[in-house]
C-alpha cells in the first residue's frame, strides 16, 4: 500500500496569509485528491489532481483560493491563500491505488491548520 | 447530488456489545461503498468495501452489506472491544466519476470495559 506523508503536520497562521501544503507518495500514482475535515465534520473534497493536467475542483471550492501543483507522479501540494479562521481545518491528500478486482484510496496523515 | 447519511454520535457501548452503525446514502448509477476509520491520533484508513450490490464487506469482526433496494450500507460487529473506539466513516465513491469519494458525518464510537 502506499505510504503518504504531509508537510508541515500542524500550523498556526496569520489571517490574509497563505500556506502551501506538500504531499509525498512513496509510489507514482496517477490520481491525487485534495479533502478538507473542518472541526467536528467530516472530509469533503476540494479537488482532484491529475499529473499533467489541470486540477479538477468541486463545487464550492476555487483555484483562486486553492490554487494546487502537481509537477510529478508522487508529489503534489495545495496552496491555501488568503486565509480566514473559517480556513481552519484538517486538510488530507489521497491518492488512489489500483489493486487487483478494485480501486482503493490511501490517506495522508494530515496538515492541521489553525488561522488566528 | 450524490450523498451519504449516517446514524449520529457518539455511540456507547459497552465491551461485547452488539454494534451497528447505520449508513444510507443517495446516488445514480451504481457506487462502490466503503467504511474508514480514524483512531484516535492516527490517519484515516479502509475498513471494509463492497462494490456491487448484495456485497458483504468483512474486516477485523466488521460486516457490512450493500443492500440497493434499501441503499443502505450498515456497519455491524457482534462483540467490541474498547480497541474499536474511534470515529467511522461510510463512504460512496460514485460510479465513473474518477474515483472521489464522498463521506457521510462520521459516528465517534466509544467502548468501555
Known amino acids: 500500500s502506499a505510504v503518504i506523508s504531509q508537510k508541515p503536520s500542524r500550523d498556526i497562521c496569520q489571517r490574509g496569509t497563505s500556506l502551501t501544503i506538500q504531499c509525498q507518495v512513496d509510489?507514482?500514482?496517477?490520481?491525487m485528491f485534495w479533502y478538507r475535515q473542518q472541526p467536528g465534520q467530516s472530509l469533503t473534497l476540494i479537488a482532484t489532481?491529475?499529473?499533467?493536467?489541470?486540477?479538477?475542483?468541486e463545487s464550492g471550492f476555487v483555484i483562486d483560493k486553492f490554487p494546487i501543483s502537481r509537477p510529478n507522479l508522487t508529489f503534489s501540494t495545495l496552496t491555501v491563500s488568503n486565509m480566514s479562521p473559517e480556513d481552519s481545518s484538517i486538510y488530507l491528500c489521497?491518492?488512489?491505488?489500483?489493486?487487483?478486482?478494485?480501486?482503493?484510496?490511501?490517506f495522508g496523515p494530515g496538515t492541521r491548520l489553525t488561522v488566528l | 447530488g450524490d450523498s451519504v447519511t449516517q446514524m449520529e454520535g457518539p455511540v456507547t457501548l459497552s465491551e461485547e456489545a452488539f454494534l451497528t452503525i447505520n449508513c444510507t446514502y443517495t446516488?445514480?448509477?451504481?457506487?462502490?461503498l466503503f467504511w474508514y476509520v480514524q483512531y484516535p491520533g492516527e490517519g484515516l484508513q479502509l475498513l471494509l468495501k463492497?462494490?456491487?450490490?448484495?456485497d458483504k464487506g468483512s474486516n477485523k469482526g466488521f460486516e457490512a452489506t450493500y443492500r440497493k433496494e434499501t441503499t443502505s450500507f450498515h456497519l455491524e460487529k457482534g462483540s467490541v472491544q474498547v480497541s474499536d473506539s474511534a470515529v467511522y466513516f461510510c463512504?460512496?465513491?460514485?460510479?465513473?466519476?474518477?474515483?472521489?469519494?464522498?463521506f457521510g458525518q462520521g459516528t465517534e464510537l466509544s467502548v468501555k470495559p
Open positions: 509510489s507514482q500514482v496517477t490520481m
Open positions: 489521497s491518492v488512489e491505488e489500483r489493486l487487483p478486482g478494485y480501486n482503493e484510496q490511501f
Open positions: 489532481a491529475n499529473q499533467g493536467s489541470e486540477a479538477t475542483y
Open positions: 463512504a460512496l465513491s460514485p460510479y465513473n466519476q474518477g474515483g472521489k469519494l464522498i
Open positions: 463492497a462494490t456491487k450490490a448484495d
Open positions: 446516488a445514480t448509477g451504481y457506487p462502490s
